[in-house]
T-cell receptor, first 116, second 116 residues
Framework: AQKITQTQPGMFVQEKEAVTLDCTYD???????LFWYKQPSSGEMIFLIY??????QNATEGRYSLNFQKARKSANLVISASQLGDSAMYFC?????????????FGKGTTLSVSS | EPEVTQTPSHQVTQMGQEVILRCVPISNHLYFYWYRQILGQKVEFLVS????????KSEIFDDQFSVERPDGSNFTLKIRSTKLEDSAMYFC??????????????FGPGTRLTVL
C-alpha cells in the first residue's frame, strides 16, 4: 500500500486565488512528521512546511498552511493568494517515528500551474 | 542562509564507470542523506549517515553504492559500476538531528547523472 498518496497529478489555478493540494498518508506509528516540498522546473527541492503528529494547531508558514486532519490521515497544503512563481511540482512526504536520520517517504507529487 | 551544495550539477558517464557525487551539507547538521529521483518519478530514499556510519539504507542502496565523509565538510556518494538505470537526479540532504518528529531535511540542488 502507498504510504503517501497524492491523487491530483495536476492542478490549475489563477493568480491570487487559493489552492489546496491533497495528501493522504498511511502509518501505524503514533509519532510521525509530515512535510511539503516544492520542486520548480529548475529541479531543486525546497522545504515549505512541516506538521508533527502531536501538533494540535495547523502549521502555517507565510502563504502556506497545512490542513491537518489526523483522524482522516490527511495533510493538505493550502497556498493562499497564488503567484506565478508558485508554478512547480509539490511533494508531500512523511517521516515515521521520532528518531532523526529516518527516511522521508514521498508521494508522487502534484504539478501546480498558476496562470495570470 | 546556510544551504546544502552539490557538485557537479550534471555528470555524464559511460556504463560501467565509477562516479562520485559530492555534497557539502549545512555546517552544523549531523545527519546526511542521499535520495534519487528518476525522471518523472517520485523521490526515493537511498541512505542516511550519522557519526561516520550508515544510519539507515533502502533496498536500492546495494553493494554498488557507498557513502563517505572524507573530511569535515564533504559527503560523497560513490556508484562503483554505473548502469543505465542509475540515470537520475541525485539529491543530498542534511538535518540538524533534532529530537522528535520535527527534524527537517534540507535538500541540495541535485546532481543529474546520465549514464550512456
Amino acid at each position: 500500500a502507498q504510504k503517501i498518496t497524492q491523487t491530483q497529478p495536476g492542478m490549475f489555478v489563477q493568480e491570487k486565488e487559493a489552492v489546496t493540494l491533497d495528501c493522504t498518508y498511511d502509518t501505524s506509528d503514533q509519532s510521525y512528521g509530515l512535510f511539503w516540498y516544492k520542486q520548480p522546473s529548475s529541479g531543486e527541492m525546497i522545504f515549505l512546511i512541516y506538521q508533527g503528529s502531536y501538533d494540535e494547531q495547523n502549521a502555517t508558514e507565510g502563504r502556506y498552511s497545512l490542513n491537518f486532519q489526523k483522524a482522516r490521515k490527511s495533510a493538505n497544503l493550502v497556498i493562499s493568494a497564488s503567484q506565478l512563481g508558485d508554478s512547480a511540482m509539490y511533494f508531500c512526504a512523511m517521516r515515521e517515528g521520532n528518531q532523526a536520520g529516518t527516511a522521508l517517504i514521498f508521494g508522487k507529487g502534484t504539478t501546480l500551474s498558476v496562470s495570470s | 542562509e546556510p544551504e546544502v551544495t552539490q557538485t557537479p550539477s550534471h555528470q555524464v558517464t559511460q556504463m560501467g564507470q565509477e562516479v562520485i557525487l559530492r555534497c557539502v551539507p549545512i555546517s552544523n547538521h549531523l545527519y546526511f542523506y542521499w535520495y534519487r529521483q528518476i525522471l518523472g518519478q517520485k523521490v526515493e530514499f537511498l541512505v542516511s549517515f550519522y557519526n561516520n556510519e550508515i544510519s539507515e539504507k533502502s533496498e536500492i542502496f546495494d553493494d554498488q553504492f557507498s557513502v563517505e565523509r572524507p573530511d569535515g565538510s564533504n559527503f560523497t556518494l560513490k556508484i562503483r559500476s554505473t548502469k543505465l538505470e542509475d540515470s537520475a537526479m541525485y539529491f543530498c540532504a542534511s538535518s540538524a538531528g533534532l529530537a522528535g518528529v520535527g527534524d527537517t531535511q534540507y535538500f541540495g540542488p541535485g546532481t543529474r547523472l546520465t549514464v550512456l
